[in-house]
Protein backbone atom coordinates (compact mmCIF):
# COMPACT_ATOMS: atom_id res chain seq x y z
CA UNK A 1 0.00 0.00 0.00
CA UNK A 2 1.65 3.56 -0.73
CA UNK A 3 0.88 6.59 1.28
CA UNK A 4 2.86 8.59 3.48
CA UNK A 5 5.91 7.07 5.27
CA UNK A 6 5.15 6.47 8.62
CA UNK A 7 7.70 5.79 11.46
CA UNK A 8 7.89 2.58 12.87
CA UNK A 9 5.79 1.81 15.92
CA UNK A 10 7.92 0.98 18.66
CA UNK A 11 6.74 -2.36 19.63
CA UNK A 12 9.38 -3.80 22.00
CA UNK A 13 7.62 -7.20 21.48
CA UNK A 14 6.30 -8.14 24.81
CA UNK A 15 3.48 -10.08 23.49
CA UNK A 16 1.05 -8.50 26.13
CA UNK A 17 -1.47 -7.56 23.10
CA UNK A 18 -1.46 -11.02 22.11
CA UNK A 19 -2.36 -12.76 25.12
CA UNK A 20 -5.29 -10.33 25.66
CA UNK A 21 -7.49 -10.87 22.19
CA UNK A 22 -10.39 -11.48 24.14
CA UNK A 23 -10.64 -7.98 25.28
CA UNK A 24 -11.42 -6.55 21.69
CA UNK A 25 -14.42 -7.27 19.38
CA UNK A 26 -12.25 -6.91 16.94
CA UNK A 27 -9.49 -9.71 18.10
CA UNK A 28 -11.75 -12.20 19.88
CA UNK A 29 -12.32 -14.31 17.11
CA UNK A 30 -8.38 -15.07 17.72
CA UNK A 31 -8.61 -16.16 21.35
CA UNK A 32 -8.02 -19.86 21.78
CA UNK A 33 -10.10 -19.83 24.91
CA UNK A 34 -8.04 -18.16 27.57
CA UNK A 35 -7.52 -14.84 26.21
CA UNK A 36 -4.28 -15.87 24.34
CA UNK A 37 -4.23 -15.77 20.59
CA UNK A 38 -4.28 -19.07 18.95
CA UNK A 39 -1.45 -18.04 16.85
CA UNK A 40 0.66 -17.19 19.93
CA UNK A 41 4.48 -19.12 20.32
CA UNK A 42 4.47 -18.86 24.16
CA UNK A 43 8.01 -20.20 23.89
CA UNK A 44 9.01 -18.29 21.57
CA UNK A 45 7.24 -15.27 22.65
CA UNK A 46 5.80 -14.30 19.04
CA UNK A 47 3.56 -14.63 16.55
CA UNK A 48 3.58 -17.92 14.27
CA UNK A 49 2.02 -16.36 11.57
CA UNK A 50 3.36 -13.05 11.77
CA UNK A 51 3.92 -12.89 7.92
CA UNK A 52 0.51 -13.63 7.47
CA UNK A 53 -0.76 -12.25 10.60
CA UNK A 54 -4.20 -10.06 10.05
CA UNK A 55 -4.62 -6.48 9.68
CA UNK A 56 -5.78 -5.59 12.81
CA UNK A 57 -2.28 -6.99 14.52
CA UNK A 58 -0.69 -4.90 11.81
CA UNK A 59 -0.50 -1.51 13.44
CA UNK A 60 0.87 0.38 10.25
CA UNK A 61 -1.47 -0.93 8.46
CA UNK A 62 -4.37 -1.01 10.02
CA UNK A 63 -3.88 2.64 10.74
CA UNK A 64 -3.57 3.14 6.91
CA UNK A 65 -6.47 1.08 6.22
CA UNK A 66 -8.71 2.90 9.02
CA UNK A 67 -7.82 6.11 10.69
CA UNK A 68 -5.50 7.65 9.02
CA UNK A 69 -8.43 10.28 7.55
CA UNK A 70 -9.38 10.67 11.30
CA UNK A 71 -6.04 11.08 13.86
CA UNK A 72 -2.24 10.97 13.48
CA UNK A 73 0.13 8.79 12.94
CA UNK A 74 2.17 10.54 15.91
CA UNK A 75 -1.30 10.69 18.02
CA UNK A 76 -2.35 7.24 17.32
CA UNK A 77 1.64 5.85 18.13
CA UNK A 78 0.88 7.65 21.71
CA UNK A 79 -2.42 6.18 22.19
CA UNK A 80 -1.41 2.81 21.78
CA UNK A 81 1.56 3.26 23.90
CA UNK A 82 -0.65 4.03 26.77
CA UNK A 83 -2.81 1.11 26.04
CA UNK A 84 0.06 -0.83 25.76
CA UNK A 85 1.34 0.30 29.37
CA UNK A 86 -1.80 -0.61 30.89
CA UNK A 87 -1.74 -3.86 29.25
S1 LIG B 1 -2.22 -13.19 15.03
FE1 LIG B 1 -0.12 -13.00 15.76
S2 LIG B 1 0.22 -10.80 16.08
FE2 LIG B 1 -2.01 -11.15 15.97
S3 LIG B 1 -2.67 -11.42 18.11
FE3 LIG B 1 -2.23 -13.44 17.24
S4 LIG B 1 -0.12 -13.90 17.83
FE4 LIG B 1 -0.44 -11.69 18.06
Known amino acids: MSGPELTP ?3 NG ?3 CCR ?3 RSPETVWL ?3 DGTCRNFDEEARSCRIYEKRPLVCRVQDYYVAHLAT ?3 WDEFVKVNLDIC ?3
Open 14 to 16: CGK
Open 70 to 72: RIK
Open 20 to 22: VVD
Open 85 to 87: ARL
Open 31 to 33: DRG
Open 9 to 11: FPC
